[in-house]
């Protein structure tokens, strides 16, 4: 069964840092991109950063660039999403998916359960 489990949520203080990791089982994630979602009470899901399949080439939301960054370890079919500089306003629910390479949730058809970050003092 394709699952994809993210992990490395929590509550950190504004400023802080937090680096959330999507492993894959049952599929090799080589093959497809990676998107990191996230959805806030109240609001839409939204794109945050995906990687491509194969070039590593990246997109990264406006309110994120310059404080977030995707990887991935193919090795360990694992993409990661270190987050720098955490605001309140990046509390929501992340989520990773694999797809096609975009910041459009509807490219997207393995979706993981969500990790929860809150961003608060």
């Known amino acids: 069964q394709v699952q994809l489990v993210e992990s490395g949520g929590g509550l950190v203080q504004p400023g802080g840092s937090l680096r959330l990791s999507c492993a894959a089982s049952?599929?090799?994630?080589?093959?497809?991109?990676i998107g990191w979602f996230r959805q806030a009470p109240g609001k839409e899901r939204e794109g945050v950063s995906s990687?491509?399949?194969?070039?590593?080439?990246?997109y990264y939301k406006d309110s994120v660039k310059g404080r977030f960054t995707i990887s991935r370890d193919n090795a360990k079919n694992t993409v990661y999403l270190q987050m720098n500089s955490l605001k309140p306003e990046d509390t929501a629910v992340y989520y990773c998916?694999?797809?096609?390479?975009?910041?459009?949730?509807?490219?997207?058809?393995?979706w993981g359960q969500g990790t929860q970050v809150t961003v608060s003092s």
């Open positions: 990687i491509s399949s194969s070039d590593g080439y990246t």
């Open positions: 998916a694999a797809g096609r390479f975009s910041l459009l949730p509807n490219l997207y058809n393995y």
């Open positions: 049952a599929f090799t994630l080589d093959y497809y991109a």
